[in-house]
């Protein structure tokens, strides 16, 4: 059974940084997203990583902010995210094997559950 699972989520305040983490198994995978959603808004795109070349993907929102990384001898992915904002509030999904080879692309295959990020002001 094919499973994304994203963990490191909390409340924090302004300022501060969190590592959330997705764990796939059941299978490896070669390009991921990260993704999240706030309240009454849609999903918005947020990273990406492609294997080929390990070239990685912003939101112009959080570049130069967050920073995607990938290990892929324990297929575990990661986003740092430093100098949270209270705008960056939202629940942030994990996403794996997109069927196009758009960085930017917000159709995949698979996807978590979602972790809850909260930043205070």
């Known amino acids: 059974q094919v499973q994304l699972v994203e963990s490191g989520g909390g409340l924090v305040q302004a300022g501060d940084s969190l590592r959330l983490s997705c764990a796939a198994s059941?299978?490896?995978?070669?390009?991921y997203g990260w993704f999240r959603q706030a309240s009454g808004k849609e999903r918005e795109f947020v990273a990406a990583?492609?294997?080929?070349?390990?070239?990685?993907y912003y939101a112009d929102s959080v570049k130069g902010r967050f920073t995607l990384s990938r290990d892929n001898a324990k297929n575990m992915v990661y986003l740092r995210m430093n100098s949270l904002k209270p705008e960056d509030t939202a629940v942030y999904y994990c996403?794996?094997?997109?069927?196009?080879?758009?960085?930017?692309?917000?159709?995949?295959?698979?996807w978590g559950q979602g972790t809850q990020v909260t930043v205070s002001s």
């Open positions: 059941g299978r490896t995978f070669s390009n």
């Open positions: 990583i492609r294997r080929s070349g390990g070239r990685t």
């Open positions: 996403a794996a094997d997109p069927p196009s080879s758009d960085p930017y692309t917000l159709r995949y295959n698979y």
